[in-house]
């Protein structure tokens, strides 16, 4: 008995070194190319929702958000909190944002964006809005003149609310900021565009442009934009800042993020439909090239139940010979897919309407899919060899 269990090892150890070498190298490419199948959807998708999660942080509402307490419309005494806020460990830096009521006219065309009045310093080091000028320059501390706007508002080719924007405006022209009956001409310093549709919406002027406009603005602020070192620490950095007597309404980037929630439920939906229909694929493709492997031995198989082998060590046989396939496909696929495909999409991002996704992957989704296919490639080993050992002894040699 002890003997029998090595002859499958053995007889795969001779098909492998005396087989066919092109036949066993397609085959081994073609589970790796099963494998990369698999992977390469789900990381896209990953990289898409963690492309458009970033973009939340980086952009819009940084990490968490501090809004006025139930009952106010203003943070006051801005600065001391401000010195509490950034004392936190996991708090990198903070900004407060001032929402300014009113309406922006450009050549007859009016529009009620939301517009912000920030402190460019501190906003650089929470948003990155800063690095997406297409056109002009950010705004400078002391600019009270001075507004950047976002390309949903500037307008142009190929812009999404066209339609509803100042069409054509240009860096160096006039737009009029009409605010609680005051009016005042600002010069469109630059154009950003962030490809996240909420802050390419917006418009931003200095703290020290709307002061001069509006004499109970001082060291107040609607709402503080707080960076943290990193996701994760949003729960515990809430409970520290409390702690430390910062009251008001907390949000976090998930909080915040609004409709872009329906969209990565609906990408981690179509994820799993994807994965699901890229095993199907797997096991198709494996149990083929499985299935026509056996059928080619037929002879073989036959005579091997002639001299007396049973039936389960030829299964065994074969159970074994697609699990070496199996298991060196998926390392080929796994050496393919970071030695040249992740790095390559690194470089050469996927350029999309919400963002610039790479593919991202994710460790135990990786191991899932590696086992997913060496299952199914076990099964569609299984299956084929219980087929023709099942077929009559000399129809087998004769290859019937």
Not at 78 to 94: P, R
Request: with cysteine; aromatic share 10%.
């Amino acid at each position: 008995m002890k003997h029998e269990l090595n002859i499958p090892w053995y007889l795969i150890w001779r098909f492998i070194t005396r087989g066919n070498k092109w036949s066993l190298g397609l085959t081994i490419f073609l589970m790796a190319v099963a494998f990369i199948n698999m992977i390469f959807i789900s990381s896209l998708f990953n990289g898409i929702i963690a492309g458009t999660n970033d973009q939340i942080i980086n952009t819009y509402t940084g990490h968490l958000m501090l809004r006025p307490a139930s009952g106010q419309d203003t943070i006051t005494n801005v600065s001391q909190l401000l010195e509490k806020i950034e004392q936190t460990n996991t708090v990198v830096a903070a900004s407060p944002e001032t929402s300014v009521p009113g309406s922006l006219q450009y050549q007859g065309i009016r529009g009620g964006w939301e517009i912000l009045a920030i402190d460019p310093s501190r906003e650089r080091r929470v948003t990155n809005v800063a690095n997406y000028m297409i056109a002009g320059d950010y705004l400078a501390p002391d600019d009270q003149s001075g507004i950047i706007i976002g390309r949903q508002i500037a307008g142009g080719a190929e812009v999404e609310n066209d339609a509803f924007s100042f069409k054509t405006a240009r860096v160096g022209e006039r737009v009029t900021l009409e605010t609680a009956g005051l009016t005042k001409d600002f010069t469109i310093r630059g154009i950003f565009y962030t490809k996240f549709i909420n802050t390419d919406s917006r418009a931003f002027i200095t703290q020290s442009a709307l002061e001069s406009m509006l004499s109970d603005v001082n060291d107040r602020a609607t709402d503080i934009v707080i960076r943290l070192d990193k996701k994760g620490h949003e729960a515990s950095t809430i409970a520290d800042l409390q702690s430390r007597g910062v009251s008001g309404d907390f949000l976090t980037w998930q909080d915040a993020s609004g409709l872009m929630k329906s969209v990565t439920k609906s990408f981690l939906s179509i994820n799993v439909l994807m994965s699901t229909v890229g095993i199907m694929i797997a096991a198709i493709t494996i149990f083929i090239v499985v299935y026509i492997d056996i059928i080619n031995k037929r002879r073989q198989i036959g005579i091997l139940r002639a001299i007396g082998i049973k039936n389960y060590l030829i299964r065994g046989l074969y159970v074994i010979q697609t699990a070496v396939y199996s298991f060196t496909g998926v390392c080929l696929g796994t050496a393919i897919f970071f030695g040249a495909i992740v790095p390559y999409f690194k470089a050469n991002p996927f350029v999309l309407p919400i963002c610039d996704a790479v593919l991202v992957t994710n460790a135990a989704d990786f191991i899932f899919r590696a086992e997913a296919v060496m299952l199914v490639a076990l099964l569609s080993g299984l299956i084929p060899a219980i087929l023709v050992t099942r077929v009559k002894m000399l129809d087998a040699i004769r290859g019937k």
